[in-house]
């Protein structure tokens, strides 16, 4: 499956981008940059960093800076921490970003691959909603759209209504539903059944001492923060599980419906359900046990 992640890692970024590199039906052609967890020019940094490590030569194209509307953005620092990998701050810049936005990569490849690329977007949709704007045909060149986004049938987390990627960029994320492609929504509907414990990522290193080593390294500011919040013995496997939806869709149940933003106001982010909307899956439930075994396995096998 040919696979671009717009991302904005961030710590559960990194696991999806291991994720993706390690498992064999997935050819990442590229991955597209957002602002959210970390300003946009640390995700791009951090997002050259994770494919020179991961040994993939892929381009990594930078997109939003900000959400519509608004001319500055403040990152999630006391979830992912001051550099978007937890207490690991010295990270290198490998490489440079391509020519191209992010909406210009995607609307190109989404051509270059007409019907065949699956966008999996796991940050803000603002990058998703630009490249909808700028190419009329973008949604019905890519195969399908995979969202780690919303919560519609539970809590927020960012809010008491709304999950963090759908909230930091209502408009785009409304408008992206308002005309969807074959989209299927991951939220935290799902994710939250996708617990990662800390002894996950000390078994993981054990066995991969370099990559696992590193997402254990990260992790452990992330833990401390679903610890200190939630109570919660581990992290969601939010991206890992949006990518792991793009290729094991029976491991999820997801029903169909229309869905709309709220765009202002106290509940501002909240993903609704709307009978007056083109239709996208929502997952409802998943095999959570089993994405958390199929991501050690898979991210196991890396050096
Ligand atoms: O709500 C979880 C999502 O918000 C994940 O994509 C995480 O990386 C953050 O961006
Ligand atoms: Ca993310």
Known sequence: MKLIIDTDPGIDDAMAIAYAAAAPEIDLIGLT????????????????????????????AEGAPHRRGADSHTPSEHVHGPEGFGDITEIPQVGSNHTMTAAEFLVDQAREHKGELVVCAVGPLTNIADAMQLDPEFAGNIKRLVIMGGAVFCPGNITEHAEANIYNDALAADAVFASPPDTVLVGLDVTLKTLYANADFEALAARSA?????LRDISKFYLKFYKDIGGLEGCGLHDSTAVIACTHEPMFEMVETGLRVVAEGTQIGATRPDTGRPTVRVCRDVDGAGVVSLFTDRVASLP
Do not use: E
């Open 33 to 60: 940059t957002v602002f959210g967890n970390t300003h946009v020019h640390q995700s791009s940094r951090n997002a050259r960093f994770l494919l020179h490590k991961l040994g993939i030569d892929a381009p990594v």
């Open 210 to 214: 370099d990559m696992g080593g590193f």
